[in-house]
């Protein structure tokens, strides 16, 4: 089975501190960057669940919703997010980036974490439907969203 399959895809940026920063400051990213890749491709990672949900099963105009992770981005990067991305018709994808951060991610217990990655998950389905609808993209995103919730708990 191919990963070319899976209607959802996952992607990490870990944003490095200032060259100037101190040793502790660039330490700390690269394990909190490295912590996060575990609760994504870990032995309990969420996208081995996502991998359950194909995409041929939910339409033909949709072949990836690739979900961008950006751990602790910069305030200038997050300036240049955009809520959810246009959809790529060539590719017939779209992205949704999730700014993961210490609120909302490293000050959390486990359980708060994965709650964290299931929340953001499913709230972002909501603008990936406004997509599909405005765009008229054959994908049926109710099925989606409850298949998604089933995988996811």
């Not at 089975?1 to 660039?26: H, L, R």
């Not at 959809?87 to 709650?115: C, H, L, M, Q, T």
């Not at 709230?123 to 997509?131: R, T």
Request: glycine share 4%.
């Amino acid at each position: 089975m191919s990963d070319t399959e899976n209607i959802f895809g996952c992607f990490v940026s870990a944003t490095q501190p200032y060259p100037d920063a101190n040793q502790e400051t660039k330490d700390l990213a690269l394990e909190q960057g490295r912590l996060f890749r575990s609760y994504i491709w870990g032995d309990k990672g969420i996208c081995d669940t996502l991998k359950k949900l194909k995409h041929e099963d939910y339409g033909k105009d949709l072949k990836l919703a690739l979900l961008q992770f950006y751990v602790n981005p910069l305030s200038i990067e997050i300036q240049n997010l955009k809520e959810i991305e246009p959809y790529r018709a060539k590719e017939k994808a779209i992205g949704i980036p999730i700014i993961v951060d210490n609120e909302n991610f490293f000050s959390k217990s486990e359980e708060e974490r994965y709650r964290f990655l299931k929340q953001s998950i499913l709230q972002k389905l909501d603008l990936l439907s406004e997509v599909v609808k405005k765009k008229n993209l054959d994908t049926k995103m109710d099925l989606l969203k409850v298949d998604l919730q089933k995988v996811l708990s």
